[in-house]
T-cell receptor, first 110, second 115 residues
């Protein structure tokens, strides 16, 4: 079936450190891929997306590239801030539904 | 602009009691509506989705049910809660032309604790 696997957290970084959160997927065909973010006390919101192989999604300094060879969509940011502390969810689109990974907690210390 | 509201934000219920969580969307017509559950230490699990009034698709067999009595209202219910029903419930909507953009708009969530 269709599924998403994310690296387990929490991930704890110092401010200005480089961030990578791994995401791999299992799916038939080439689904659209997404990263959602959930800030403390809030619902989820779309961070970025990529709809086909080799596409790069980017937003707020975050980037992720759709790699069909490795079935991956890793999230990266060159310099994290305390305000980036949140839970990050990788997801794929299957028909009329989004299938989410388990989420990765990111904690950024000043 | 579109907004989504769900309530109550926090709920503590005894085992065996009923449940009703409500979600309403404003500023759009005929949205797709979704209920997700986020259990502690686990990811988001799709429970129900609806593409129109009275149309409910269930993803996971359980003692929960959903109803859509109006175009922009989505209700999650249970007749008798179990301990395992504890979690964070999120309502979401998307445009009705399918989820082509992949964008779901989420409510603030309802935290349910069953004791």
């Amino acid at each position: 079936g269709n599924s998403v696997t994310q690296m387990e957290g929490p991930v704890t970084l110092s401010e200005e450190a480089f961030l990578t959160i791994n995401c791999t997927y299992t799916a038939t065909g080439y689904p659209s891929l997404f990263w959602y973010v959930q800030y403390p006390g809030e619902g989820l919101q779309l961070l970025l997306k990529a709809t086909k192989a080799d596409d790069k999604g980017s937003n707020k300094g975050f980037e992720a590239t759709y790699r069909k060879e490795t079935t991956s969509f890793h999230l990266e940011k060159g310099s994290v801030q305390v305000s980036d502390s949140a839970v990050y969810f990788c997801a794929l689109l299957h028909g009329n539904k989004l299938v989410f990974g388990a989420g990765t907690i990111l904690r950024v210390k000043s | 602009s579109q907004t989504i509201h769900q309530w109550p934000a926090t709920l503590v219920q005894p085992v065996g009691s009923p449940l009703s969580l409500e979600c309403t969307v404003e500023g759009t017509s005929n949205p797709n509506l979704y209920w997700y559950r986020q259990a502690a230490g686990r990811g988001l699990q799709l429970l129900f989705y609806s593409v129109g009034i009275g149309q409910i698709s269930s993803e996971v067999p359980q003692n929960l049910s959903a109803s859509r009595p109006q175009d922009r209202q989505f209700i999650l219910s249970s007749k008798k809660l179990l301990l395992s029903d504890s979690g964070f419930y999120l309502c979401a909507w998307s445009l009705n032309r399918g989820l082509k953009t992949g964008e779901l708009f989420f409510g603030e969530g309802s935290r349910l604790t069953v004791l």
